[in-house]
């Protein structure tokens, strides 16, 4: 039972325009979200996080959105460059008991 | 601090043999999670723990499975018999708290032939 799903295995872009990954999840009971970022033979590493209380989260480039009545939530990178090319993990937890589940990897592609 | 530690970085064993995996938390982290990546689930989630207790084991495959936390800055994942099935990357990561970010180490890439 898949509780965290990115049902895009994969994502093409050119550079310059936005990537949009996007995210799914079933567990009510999650109350932050976080993407992490993965290169080949490296473990991955935190990008952004955003909590359940707000619905936008923003660092430079990436912002992350969150729809709780659709459980859903997506991480928007602009402009997209050649070196954000690696698999992007949508993570949730909840904070009560700090489990960590995480989804399938989507494998995003910056074309120059 | 040098970061999540894990070793080895790669295993390749036999079937039927069994199998070691380490991870050295960052010091003062006091949650340590043990993930198993296949192309299939991602990131899998196999066992948490909390100040050195395991709180949720539910994500182990299987009783060949098995994960210690003698103390705060050791943990173990064992598996005995290994299978070719469980060739995987196997990562360890841990936090600070609930919620917050997590910090992966560089895995170990098993491989049971």
């Known amino acids: 039972d898949q509780q965290v799903k990115q049902n895009s295995p994969s994502l093409s872009v050119q550079e310059g325009r936005i990537s949009i990954l996007n995210c799914d999840y079933t567990?009510?009971?999650?109350?932050?979200f976080l993407w992490y970022k993965k290169y080949p033979a490296e473990g991955p590493t935190f990008l952004i996080s955003?909590?359940?209380?707000?619905d936008k989260n923003e660092d430079g480039r990436f912002t992350v959105f969150l729809n709780k009545s659709a459980k859903h939530l997506s991480l928007h990178i602009v402009p997209s460059q050649p070196g954000d090319s690696a698999v992007y993990f949508c993570?949730?937890?909840?904070?009560?008991?700090?489990?960590?589940?995480f989804g399938q990897g989507t494998t995003l592609q910056v074309k120059p | 601090d040098a970061g999540v530690i894990q070793s080895p970085r790669h295993e390749v064993t036999e079937m039927g043999q069994e199998v070691t995996l380490r991870c050295k938390p960052i010091?003062?982290?006091?949650?340590l999670f043990w993930y198993r990546q296949t192309m299939m689930r991602g990131l899998e989630l196999l066992i948490y723990?909390?100040?050195?207790?395991?709180?949720?084991d539910s994500g182990m495959p299987e009783d060949r499975f098995s994960a210690k936390m003698p103390n705060a800055s050791f943990s173990t994942l064992k598996i005995q018999p290994s299978e070719p099935r469980d060739s995987a990357v196997y990562f360890c990561?841990?936090?600070?708290?609930?919620?917050?970010?997590?910090?992966f180490g560089q895995g170990t890439r098993l491989t049971v032939v």
């Open positions: 990561a841990s936090s600070f708290h609930t919620g917050g970010e997590a910090f």
């Open positions: 567990n009510s009971m999650f109350d932050y």
């Open positions: 955003i909590s359940s209380i707000k």
């Open positions: 993570a949730a937890s909840e904070r009560n008991t700090g489990k960590l589940i």
């Open positions: 010091s003062g982290h006091d949650y």
């Open positions: 723990f909390n100040n050195n207790v395991p709180i949720d």
